[in-house]
């Protein structure tokens, strides 16, 4: 009888460390996969975008470096003297400074995948 129960309880005793073995190493499973998947996702082809960017969105990642901080003297969004100075010539000519580049304002600001439309939305973020 000592016996059976011992047989029992060892049996029990071994399911259960079992199991608990087998959730452990699903949790694991699923943590190993996700920075994995995660990585995947990262260095992949980026997602084709939606639509066109918006200003701000190009704004922010192709303009900031210098338009944000005014490094290289760039005119800073807000700046509506500056702004005013420059739309003076009339908004498609800065816009086209814009595309073209001017002086240590490099072409397309950088933004080699950028639309002209794109690029409008961004001069309109900056000069508005
Ligand atoms: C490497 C730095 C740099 C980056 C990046 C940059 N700019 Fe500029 N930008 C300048 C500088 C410097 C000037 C001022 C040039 C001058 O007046 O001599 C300028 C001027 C301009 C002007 C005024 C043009 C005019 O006719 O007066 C516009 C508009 C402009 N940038 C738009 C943009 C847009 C839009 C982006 C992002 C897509 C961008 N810039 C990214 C440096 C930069």
């Given at each position: 009888m000592k016996k059976a129960l011992f047989a029992i309880t060892l049996l029990a005793g071994f399911s259960i460390a079992h199991a608990a073995d087998d959730k452990q190493s699903r949790e694991d499973i699923a943590k190993n996969i996700q920075p994995v998947g995660q990585v995947h996702i990262g260095s992949g082809v980026p997602a084709a975008p939606a639509g066109p960017r918006s200003g701000e969105e190009v704004y922010k990642a192709s303009?900031?470096?210098?338009h944000g901080t005014g490094a290289m003297d760039a005119p800073k969004p807000g700046d509506s003297a500056q702004w005013e100075k420059r739309l003076g010539k009339g908004f498609d000519a800065v816009l086209q400074n814009a595309i073209n580049g001017f002086n240590g304002m490099p072409a397309r600001g950088t933004c080699a995948t950028c639309s002209d439309d794109e690029l409008k939305a961004a001069v309109e973020f900056l000069t508005k």
């Amino acid at each position: 009888m000592k016996k059976a129960l011992f047989a029992i309880t060892l049996l029990a005793g071994f399911s259960i460390a079992h199991a608990a073995d087998d959730k452990q190493s699903r949790e694991d499973i699923a943590k190993n996969i996700q920075p994995v998947g995660q990585v995947h996702i990262g260095s992949g082809v980026p997602a084709a975008p939606a639509g066109p960017r918006s200003g701000e969105e190009v704004y922010k990642a192709s303009c900031f470096a210098c338009h944000g901080t005014g490094a290289m003297d760039a005119p800073k969004p807000g700046d509506s003297a500056q702004w005013e100075k420059r739309l003076g010539k009339g908004f498609d000519a800065v816009l086209q400074n814009a595309i073209n580049g001017f002086n240590g304002m490099p072409a397309r600001g950088t933004c080699a995948t950028c639309s002209d439309d794109e690029l409008k939305a961004a001069v309109e973020f900056l000069t508005k």
